[in-house]
């Protein structure tokens, strides 16, 4: 299909692990979030970008979350000596719209858990 | 400080009655109120969005009410059905004031019975 696709759709990670999840957006989408949802919560912003760039990083809960999109396409969501609390739902959506205006498109979301 | 608070947290209704969830915001920048319909296992997906220059904008069963006065917005979903069970979500951002990214409420779990 022609959606936003994330990779792995389950990650489970010992406490202590890097992590890397993928995101591929709608082709030709200019905007892309990245969003954590934890159990039974909504979407926390992560991250933003315009193309390559990224625009606001307000959202990332440590240094130990980076986050890039080299090529203004696809992205990874990088989590380093991931901790317990890291565990949820790693949302990525895409827009072809700047900023957060006009509709997102979300991805099914990468489920990470740390053991 | 959670920048949009949804309610109720969950809520139940009889097939053919009318689901209402409400929400309320505190930040004067922001200019566009989506909501969003999450089903299980899947990613949060538009169902309809409203600009503050109209009280009420409505998209088939669904009908978003905006007061601005109030700094309160709501969904209305009429003739509520089975398939509409799902985790619904309110939202707002900043467009006028430089995209302040999308901030979303906790979430309300609606459970359409028959």
């Known amino acids: 299909g022609a959606g936003v696709s994330q990779s792995p759709r389950y990650k489970v990670a010992k406490r202590g692990q890097d992590v890397a999840l993928r995101c591929d957006p709608i082709s030709g989408h200019v905007s892309l979030f990245w969003y954590q949802q934890a159990l039974g919560q909504g979407p926390e912003f992560l991250t933003y970008?315009?193309?390559?760039?990224?625009?606001?990083k307000s959202g990332l809960p440590s240094d130990r979350f980076f986050a890039e999109r080299p090529e203004g396409s696809v992205s990874t969501l990088k989590i380093q000596r991931t901790q317990q609390e890291d565990s949820a739902v790693y949302l990525c959506?895409?827009?072809?719209?700047?900023?957060?205006?006009?509709?997102?498109?979300f991805g099914e979301g990468s489920r990470l858990t740390v053991l | 400080q959670q920048q949009v608070k949804q309610s109720p947290q969950s809520l139940i209704v009889q097939k053919g009655g009318i689901s209402i969830i409400n929400c309320a915001y505190e930040?004067?920048?922001?200019?566009?109120f989506p909501w969003y319909q999450q089903f299980p296992g899947k990613g949060p997906a538009l169902l309809i969005a409203?600009?503050?220059?109209?009280s009420e904008k409505k998209e088939g069963r669904f009908t978003i009410s905006f007061n601005k006065s109030a700094k309160q917005f709501s969904l209305h979903i009429m003739d509520s059905q089975p398939g509409d069970s799902a985790t619904y979500f309110c939202?707002?951002?900043?467009?006028?004031?430089?995209?302040?990214?999308?901030?979303f409420g906790k979430g309300t779990r609606l459970s359409v019975i028959a």
């Open positions: 959506a895409s827009s072809p719209a700047r900023g957060g205006t006009g509709e997102l498109f």
């Open positions: 970008f315009q193309n390559e760039a990224q625009l606001d």
């Open positions: 409203i600009r503050p220059d109209v």
């Open positions: 939202a707002a951002c900043g467009v006028a004031s430089g995209n302040t990214p999308l901030v």
């Open positions: 930040n004067t920048a922001f200019d566009y």
